[in-house]
Every structure is written in structure tokens, then in C-alpha cells.
């Protein structure tokens, strides 16, 4: 009532303060303060007695907060009002959610991130706890540069809803920034273990696909990829996946089921014959099986036509197994595909053949065909020629071998050898003419590429025996006794010819008159 006569007298204005304090009443002590004006007095007022009250502490500290904020516009004051509350109580949710707008407005990532952890934990509503997990975990990654903690909300908000599909590429992407890829695939098999039928099957694939190529574990990926197949029985991925992991494992069995699914899936002709190729050689290399091999390469012929791979694995598994008929039938199948502009390739396995039918086959004949088609194609041939040069002293073949070698030594000027071919052609040769043919051309050899006169005279000699009236066999051995000074030789072999020729008179006088005047010039 002295207020109301004298609203400036000072001992009734602090009476009534003191009576307020007395009885906490803060409202109608601030409309005390507010009436006068006087903010800045009351907020110490009431900082006083928050040292003294503990019982109202935390709510003076809040009134005085929001007296900075509101009534001073004195922000960075509020702020550490705010920030007291939060020391007497770690999890006020007033003091956190006022706090919030003041750090972003001072850009305090590490403080605004700690008040929005303390609304989270008083946040119920599902759809909302995400909303304010994903603002931590992009605060926590920028500015605050925090990638593991990142990581960390991302788990959490996982771990509260499996399908929240739109951060696991945020997950996957900061777990291989910052290694956690085990926190990750448990993250994952947790949020699978929530889930049913094939709203599992994206976690999985995603933590096979870890297992196997960021940690090496082999089992884990082996039983998370069954498990997908078990949920889609055709999921390419994780066939892809088993098909390595049987491979590294080598559970081939296993991995032959994989094929033969693959197989069973495939419409692409190409990609049916890769598979093909596949099961082939993993019965042939893995498996040890060759029946099964030589019948996985035949169906490649039958399904994808003559293709020359497969022919040579046949060759392979044949010469492997000793089937040498079903060898020989094969390269004869090669010899037919590979390509006319590889001469190497096409002679070799001509060769490989002609020593398969002679060694194996006991096919002689058919053997010389194929060295005959080499060193038709290549005289050098090493080997062709040395095949052909060993039937030289079989009769059954050496005249065939002959033929054979006769313009391959001509044409390599292997005088020698030549002559060797001409004297077993003499020796199998009944034809009065071509005996003669054959020992002139051994004497011309002799003389000319040789130059070895008795050879050639003897050569010469028995043609004269062979053929008394060859003029040219008689001027070869005159000019070859006048060579070499045997004219006694040449008397003798004239001599002994003259009992065969005594019917034909001028061929017999031709002899005497040579033979005396030899005896009388020359000897």
C-alpha cells in the first residue's frame, strides 16, 4: 500500500523484493523487475539466489537464460545460462533444445552435435529419431570431420530400421574410408536377422560380396551366398560369387553344380559355350576324370559345332589316356580346322600323325603319306626326313622312301645321300634301261659332285657290264682311264664284255680295235 502513495520509495520496493525471494515467487518478482524495467538487476537477483536456492537452481538458471535471450538479446549470454543447466543436468531437454539454434548460429559443430544427442535420447517417435540420427551422422562427417562417428549413427540408425535403404551406400561408402568393414557386415547381419524372405536379400548381398573380397573370409562368404541362393535360387551374384569361392576351395563338386545352374540359365549361345569349356576342363584338370571330360568336349562339338579348342583338349586327354585310334582320328579333325596361314601348325600336326601311325598304329604306309605332305611342303623337315631316311633299310618301304628322298636330296645338293637313294632303286630294279639310267646318273654324281674318279669309273664300269653297246658309258670310262692312267682296267673290262657281244660284229670290232690300241699306246 506505501508503493501505491509513493511507488519510488526504495524500503518499500525492497521489502517487497525480499518478500518475493522469500516466498519464490519469481513471477511476481519479475513483473517487479519488468515494470521498472530493470533486467539486467533482476538476472543478478536471481543469479544470487541460484547459489543459494539448490532446490531451484536448475529453474532460475533456465529463467535466466531466457531473460538473456529474450529480454537483453544477448545471445552469447543465453548461451552459457543454457550451458549451466546442462552441467546441473546433463539431460534437460529444455536447455538442449534452446541451445540448438544459438550453436548454429555461432557455428559450433561439436556442441550443437552433443545438444542434439541429448534431444535424441528424449525422442520416442521413430520416423523422427531417424530423421535426427541422419543429422548427426552428416554433422559428425562435415563439418566436424568425424567419419568413424559418422559411421556410427548410420549403425544405429540401421539398427532401428533394416530397411532403410538409402543410407547403405552412405554405410558402405564410410566403411571403406575408414576400414570397419567387419562392424559393417555384423550391422548387416543383425538388420537381415530382423527382416523375412527377400526384403533380406540386399544385405546379404552386400555382405557376401564383403566377406569374400574386403576380410577374406571364405566360410562367412560360402554361407552368406548359399543363404541368397536359398532366398533367390538364381540370383546371378551370388552364383558368380560360389563359382570363385568353390574354385578357390576347390570344392569342385560343388562348383560343378554352379556350372551346370549357369548352364541351365543361359540363353547366350557364347556365354552357354564359355560354361561349356568350363565343365570340360574341370573334369579334365580338377576332377581327373577324362571319360567325363572327353564327353563334356564332344558336347561342345555337338552343341556348338567343329571348333578346334576343343579338338586339341581332345588331343590332350588322348594322349594322356594312350587312346592312340581316337588320337589319330582327332588331329586328322585338327588338321582339317587349323587355319591354312599357320604352315607351322599344319606341319607339325602332320608330323605328330605320321609318328602316331608308325609307332602306335603300326601304319607304315600311312605314315610316309603324311612325311611325303611335309617334305613336300618343306624339304628341311628334321624330322619327316629322318622318319622316311629310316625305311631306307626296310624293303617293304625303301623304294617308296626313295622316291620320296630323291628330289629332296637334288634340291639340297646332298650328293652323297643321293647316290645312296639311286644305288637301293638299282638294286630293286629290273628294267634293263633303267638300271643303265641309274648307274650313269650315280657315275655322273660321282664325277661331278663328288669328285671321286674310281667310284665314278666304277659306276661307269657297271653300267658298260649292264649295257656293252652305251656309247656314253664307253667315252666315260676312256675319259676316265685316261684320267687316271688305268687303261689296264679298261682293257680288262672290254675284254670281259666280248663274250656277251659276240653276235653284234661291229660293236665287237669296235672293242678290239680300243682294246689294241690301248694294249700297244698305253700299257
Same mark, same amino acid.
Given at each position: 500500500?506505501?508503493?501505491?502513495?509513493?511507488?519510488?520509495?526504495?524500503?518499500?520496493?525492497?521489502?517487497?523484493?525480499?518478500?518475493?525471494?522469500?516466498?519464490?515467487?519469481?513471477?511476481?518478482?519479475?513483473?517487479?523487475?519488468?515494470?521498472?524495467?530493470?533486467?539486467?538487476?533482476?538476472?543478478?537477483?536471481?543469479?544470487?539466489?541460484?547459489?543459494?536456492?539448490?532446490? +531451484?537452481? !536448475?529453474? =532460475?538458471? #533456465?529463467?535466466?537464460? $531466457?531473460? %538473456?535471450?529474450?529480454? @537483453?538479446?544477448?545471445? /552469447? *549470454? &543465453?548461451?552459457?545460462?543454457?550451458?549451466?543447466?546442462?552441467?546441473?543436468?546433463?539431460?534437460?531437454?529444455?536447455?538442449?533444445?534452446?541451445?540448438?539454434?544459438?550453436?548454429?548460429?555461432?557455428?559450433?559443430?561439436?556442441?550443437?552435435?552433443?545438444?542434439?544427442?541429448?534431444?535424441?535420447?528424449?525422442?520416442?517417435?521413430?520416423?523422427?529419431?531417424?530423421?535426427?540420427?541422419?543429422?548427426?551422422?552428416?554433422?559428425?562427417?562435415?563439418?566436424?570431420?568425424?567419419?568413424?562417428?559418422?559411421?556410427?549413427?548410420?549403425?544405429?540408425?540401421?539398427?532401428?530400421?533394416?530397411?532403410?535403404?538409402?543410407?547403405?551406400?552412405?554405410?558402405?561408402?564410410?566403411?571403406?574410408?575408414?576400414?570397419?568393414?567387419?562392424?559393417?557386415?555384423?550391422?548387416?547381419?543383425?538388420?537381415?536377422?530382423?527382416?523375412?524372405?527377400? +526384403?533380406? !536379400?540386399? =544385405?546379404? #548381398?552386400?555382405?557376401? $560380396?564383403? %566377406?569374400?573380397?574386403? @576380410?577374406?573370409?571364405? /566360410? *562367412? &562368404?560360402?554361407?552368406?551366398?548359399?543363404?541368397?541362393?536359398?532366398?533367390?535360387?538364381?540370383?546371378?551374384?551370388?552364383?558368380?560369387?560360389?563359382?570363385?569361392?568353390?574354385?578357390?576351395?576347390?570344392?569342385?563338386?560343388?562348383?560343378?553344380?554352379?556350372?551346370?545352374?549357369?548352364?541351365?540359365?543361359?540363353?547366350?549361345?557364347?556365354?552357354?559355350?564359355?560354361?561349356?569349356?568350363?565343365?570340360?576342363?574341370?573334369?579334365?584338370?580338377?576332377?581327373?576324370?577324362?571319360?567325363?571330360?572327353?564327353?563334356?568336349?564332344?558336347?561342345?562339338?555337338?552343341?556348338?559345332?567343329?571348333?578346334?579348342?576343343?579338338?586339341?583338349?581332345?588331343?590332350?586327354?588322348?594322349?594322356?589316356?594312350?587312346?592312340?585310334?581316337?588320337?589319330?582320328?582327332?588331329?586328322?579333325?585338327?588338321?582339317?580346322?587349323?587355319?591354312?596361314? +599357320?604352315?607351322?601348325? =599344319?606341319?607339325?600336326?602332320?608330323?605328330?600323325?605320321?609318328?602316331?601311325?608308325?609307332?602306335?598304329?603300326?601304319?607304315?604306309?600311312?605314315?610316309?603319306?603324311?612325311?611325303?605332305?611335309?617334305?613336300?611342303?618343306?624339304?628341311?623337315?628334321?624330322?619327316?626326313?629322318?622318319?622316311?631316311?629310316?625305311?631306307?633299310?626296310?624293303?617293304?618301304?625303301?623304294?617308296?622312301?626313295?622316291?620320296?628322298?630323291?628330289?629332296?636330296?637334288?634340291?639340297?645338293?646332298?650328293?652323297?645321300?643321293?647316290?645312296?637313294?639311286?644305288?637301293?632303286?638299282?638294286?630293286?630294279?629290273?628294267?634293263?634301261?633303267?638300271?643303265?639310267?641309274?648307274?650313269?646318273?650315280?657315275?655322273?654324281?660321282?664325277?661331278?659332285?663328288?669328285?671321286?674318279?674310281?667310284?665314278?669309273?666304277?659306276?661307269?664300269?657297271?653300267?658298260?657290264?649292264?649295257?656293252?653297246?652305251?656309247?656314253?658309258?664307253?667315252?666315260?670310262?676312256?675319259?676316265?682311264?685316261?684320267?687316271? +692312267?688305268?687303261?689296264?682296267?679298261?682293257?680288262?673290262?672290254?675284254?670281259?664284255?666280248?663274250?656277251?657281244?659276240?653276235?653284234?660284229?661291229?660293236?665287237?670290232?669296235?672293242?678290239?680295235?680300243?682294246?689294241?690300241?690301248?694294249?700297244?699306246?698305253?700299257?
Amino acid at each position: 500500500s506505501l508503493l501505491k502513495v509513493d511507488p519510488e520509495n526504495k524500503r518499500a520496493q525492497d521489502a517487497l523484493k525480499k518478500l518475493y525471494l522469500t516466498q519464490k515467487n519469481y513471477g511476481e518478482l519479475e513483473r517487479f523487475y519488468a515494470q521498472q524495467n530493470k533486467y539486467d538487476e533482476f538476472i543478478r537477483v536471481l543469479e544470487r539466489q541460484s547459489e543459494l536456492d539448490d532446490e +531451484d537452481k !536448475l529453474g =532460475l538458471n #533456465l529463467k535466466i537464460a $531466457e531473460l %538473456y535471450r529474450d529480454r @537483453l538479446q544477448k545471445p /552469447d *549470454r &543465453a548461451m552459457r545460462a543454457f550451458e549451466k543447466v546442462l552441467s546441473l543436468d546433463a539431460e534437460n531437454l529444455t536447455a538442449a533444445e534452446q541451445l540448438i539454434p544459438l550453436y548454429e548460429g555461432g557455428k559450433e559443430p561439436k556442441k550443437l552435435a552433443s545438444v542434439l544427442e541429448v534431444q535424441l535420447r528424449h525422442t520416442k517417435d521413430a520416423a523422427t529419431r531417424q530423421e535426427r540420427m541422419l543429422r548427426l551422422a552428416e554433422l559428425s562427417e562435415n563439418p566436424i570431420k568425424d567419419k568413424p562417428a559418422a559411421f556410427g549413427w548410420y549403425l544405429k540408425m540401421l539398427a532401428e530400421e533394416p530397411q532403410n535403404d538409402p543410407i547403405r551406400p552412405l554405410l558402405e561408402r564410410l566403411a571403406g574410408e575408414t576400414g570397419a568393414w567387419k562392424e559393417l557386415v555384423g550391422a548387416y547381419e543383425t538388420a537381415a536377422g530382423k527382416l523375412a524372405g527377400l +526384403d533380406r !536379400l540386399p =544385405l546379404l #548381398l552386400v555382405t557376401g $560380396e564383403v %566377406y569374400e573380397q574386403k @576380410l577374406d573370409d571364405v /566360410d *562367412r &562368404a560360402l554361407s552368406t551366398n548359399t543363404a541368397i541362393l536359398q532366398l533367390d535360387d538364381n540370383h546371378p551374384q551370388a552364383i558368380a560369387a560360389l563359382e570363385r569361392l568353390y574354385g578357390k576351395t576347390q570344392r569342385y563338386s560343388d562348383l560343378l553344380k554352379i556350372f551346370e545352374k549357369k548352364l541351365s540359365l543361359s540363353g547366350d549361345p557364347e556365354e552357354q559355350r564359355g560354361i561349356r569349356y568350363a565343365i570340360a576342363s574341370l573334369f579334365e584338370n580338377e576332377l581327373k576324370d577324362p571319360e567325363r571330360a572327353v564327353g563334356a568336349f564332344r558336347q561342345i562339338l555337338v552343341e556348338h559345332g567343329e571348333e578346334l579348342d576343343a579338338y586339341r583338349a581332345l588331343d590332350r586327354i588322348y594322349v594322356a589316356t594312350s587312346k592312340w585310334k581316337e588320337l589319330a582320328d582327332t588331329i586328322r579333325r585338327e588338321l582339317e580346322l587349323v587355319p591354312v596361314e +599357320d604352315q607351322k601348325g =599344319l606341319l607339325d600336326l602332320k608330323f605328330r600323325l605320321g609318328q602316331l601311325l608308325e609307332d602306335k598304329l603300326a601304319d607304315v604306309k600311312g605314315a610316309i603319306n603324311e612325311y611325303r605332305f611335309i617334305l613336300d611342303a618343306d624339304p628341311a623337315h628334321k624330322g619327316a626326313r629322318a622318319s622316311i631316311e629310316k625305311r631306307l633299310g626296310d624293303e617293304a618301304f625303301q623304294l617308296e622312301a626313295a622316291a620320296i628322298l630323291e628330289p629332296i636330296y637334288n634340291q639340297l645338293e646332298e650328293w652323297a645321300a643321293l647316290v645312296g637313294v639311286h644305288e637301293i632303286q638299282l638294286k630293286r630294279e629290273d628294267m634293263l634301261d633303267e638300271k643303265v639310267r641309274l648307274l650313269m646318273r650315280i657315275g655322273e654324281l660321282q664325277s661331278h659332285r663328288l669328285g671321286d674318279g674310281p667310284k665314278a669309273f666304277d659306276a661307269f664300269a657297271r653300267a658298260f657290264r649292264e649295257m656293252p653297246a652305251n656309247e656314253s658309258a664307253r667315252e666315260e670310262l676312256e675319259r676316265f682311264a685316261t684320267i687316271n +692312267d688305268n687303261w689296264a682296267d679298261l682293257v680288262a673290262l672290254f675284254e670281259s664284255a666280248l663274250p656277251k657281244i659276240k653276235d653284234d660284229k661291229a660293236l665287237t670290232r669296235e672293242l678290239l680295235l680300243k682294246i689294241a690300241d690301248a694294249s700297244d699306246d698305253k700299257l
